[in-house]
């Protein structure tokens, strides 16, 4: 295949003119920080997701660094979570003054299951910090029920899992706190953002307080026309606040979700029957998947001793980029020394990480770029 003329970005969003309308309308109205549509926002998100709370925020980094903070767990906490992840899930749980505790994952679903959390869990362990992989739904099921025998808090980091569901259920629901991403590659984006959600009415509450400097229900409306009033500061809170621009963004993304999860359907069909007899492991089917990244991984003994990051640059090479979801992190040098993680702890993870490679899977390709991919991985993986 001829290299690409221009670069193909590995993520990249749909952007149609309704989103720009929006977000004109927005900074016309002059409201631009927290205000009305964020909580607008914040009702349509739970009505999608189907719970009673949820609080938008600038990030899923934030969402899960606040899920922890208001759990208000004992200093020094074990957190069980997954290598199988981005460091903002371990980042988070350490900025809430715990220690993140790594479990191998499944190398199907790449998930953490129940019974190998339960293999980690001592006196210590406080919460437990699953991460819906892709979008293929970890079984909430059986990992609450560990949960509560153990009387253990869940946090559900659902950055890739806005559209996952289980038995008709949206993952985000079965835990304590479920935290979404709103970054630009994710399945609804707002630029930067995340959304909590929760069943329980004061861990909302704090949240939202916590992520506005910890100032008194509702600061925000004190620029309002209701009458100035005075804010007390009750945690020394974050500045982690949600923008009316994100929503504006936001609202309009929210009504095209199914359509672009349609469309990543159907691309995962056509990926799976062009690269059937290709020498690479395909990504698994499972109900209720969100189909946030289709992940292939490289098989180097059939490719004589090709390797992942060779495979990386070949597609790079032609103008088309891809992503690593992900090197399993806790072979990364901060958890390694403090820690002491090493290698051979997690085959599982490890494996994932050296050979995985994700290649463009966005609703925004158009027919030639998708022909563009199909034609290059067929050649690199012949
Ligand atoms: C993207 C991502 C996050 C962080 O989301 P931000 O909104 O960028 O903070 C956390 N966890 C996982 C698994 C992610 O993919």
Redesign the pocket.
């Known amino acids: 295949m001829k290299k690409r003329e221009n670069f193909l970005v590995f993520g990249s969003p749909v952007i149609e003119e309704d989103e720009i309308a929006a977000v004109c309308d927005t900074l016309r109205s002059k409201w631009i920080g927290t205000g009305p549509k964020v909580s607008e926002f914040e009702k349509r998100f739970r009505e999608y997701i189907g719970i009673e709370y949820s609080a938008a925020l600038n990030?899923?980094?934030?969402?899960?660094h606040l899920a922890l903070v208001a759990l208000d767990l004992p200093a020094g906490s074990e957190v069980i979570t997954t290598p199988m992840?981005?460091c903002?899930?371990a980042n988070a749980i350490i900025h809430s003054g715990c220690v993140p505790v790594f479990c191998d994952v499944d190398p199907v679903s790449r998930n953490l299951t129940a019974e190998k959390i339960k293999e980690k869990i001592t006196p210590r362990t406080k919460a437990i910090v699953p991460?819906h992989?892709a979008g293929y739904p970890c079984d909430m099921v059986e990992i609450m029920k560990i949960a509560k025998e153990n009387n253990l808090y869940v946090v559900e980091?659902c950055?890739?899992a806005i559209e996952s569901t289980i038995n008709g259920k949206h993952v985000g629901t079965f835990g304590d706190i479920g935290?979404f991403?709103?970054?630009v590659?994710?399945n609804l984006m707002t630029g930067?953002?995340?959304m909590i959600v929760t069943k329980n009415p004061k861990l909302e509450a704090k949240i939202k307080v916590l992520a506005l400097h910890g100032m008194s229900k509702d600061a925000w409306k004190r620029f309002g026309d209701e009458g100035y009033k005075h804010y007390q500061v009750i945690y020394p809170g974050f500045k982690y606040n949600m923008m009316d621009i994100q929503a504006a963004l936001g609202l309009i993304q929210l009504g095209k979700v199914e359509r672009f999860r349609s469309k990543r359907v159907e691309l995962w069909k056509i990926f799976k029957n062009e690269f059937k007899n290709l020498s690479c492991r395909l990504p698994s089917d499972h109900d209720g998947h969100a189909y946030h990244l289709f992940c292939l991984e490289v098989d180097s003994e059939k490719m004589k001793g090709k390797t992942r990051d060779q495979v990386l640059l070949e597609y790079q090479k032609l103008n088309i980029g891809v992503g690593v979801?992900y090197q399993a992190l806790h072979l990364q040098p901060f958890y390694e020394s403090k820690y002491g993680y090493s290698k051979g702890m997690f085959p599982n993870a490890e494996n994932i990480g050296t050979n995985t490679i994700s290649i463009p899977f966005s609703p925004a390709l158009t027919d030639k770029d998708i022909e563009d991919v199909i034609l290059a991985t067929k050649e690199i993986f012949q």
């Open positions: 990030s899923c980094t934030a969402g899960l992840t981005f903002a899930t991460v992989f980091d950055a890739h935290c991403s709103f970054y590659t994710k930067e953002g995340g979801h």
